[in-house]
């Protein structure tokens, strides 16, 4: 199982960013797909999370009306919209899969991919 994160980069503040997470090797069906971050010195928090059928989705309270978690099932690849972005959502952001609803820790999940560094300068 490969997990494929890609779509990082520099944005200004109040700009967007949209991640991509491919899967390969294997489908998660009944499972969920969730993003983290980390930043240097803190533990990887729970960004967002969306089910299999992409009925349902978790959002941490920090970014709750600025990014939007989708899912393209044909494609295995879930996608993370991120608008509004401030100073402090900079940090290195990761997908993950395989997730065990509400799928909002880390070990609620089995597989992870490498991360993307977001910068968001002020």
């Known amino acids: 199982v490969q997990l494929q994160a890609s779509g990082g980069g520099l944005v200004q503040a109040g700009g967007s960013l949209r991640l991509s997470c491919k899967a390969s090797?294997?489908?998660?069906?009944?499972?969920?797909t969730g993003w983290f971050r980390r930043t240097p010195g803190k533990e990887r928090e729970f960004v967002a999370t969306?089910?299999?059928?992409?009925?349902?989705?978790n959002y941490a309270n920090s970014v709750k009306g600025r990014f939007t978690i989708s899912r393209d099932s044909a494609e295995n690849t879930v996608y993370l919209q991120m608008n509004s972005l401030r100073p402090e959502d900079t940090a290195v952001y990761y997908c993950?899969?395989?997730?065990?609803?509400?799928?909002?820790?880390?070990?609620?999940?089995?597989?992870w991919g490498q991360g993307t560094q977001v910068t968001v300068s002020s």
């Open positions: 993950a899969a395989g997730g065990r609803w509400p799928a909002e820790r880390n070990d609620d999940y089995d597989f």
């Open positions: 090797g294997r489908t998660f069906r009944r499972y969920a």
């Open positions: 969306i089910t299999w059928s992409g009925g349902s989705t």
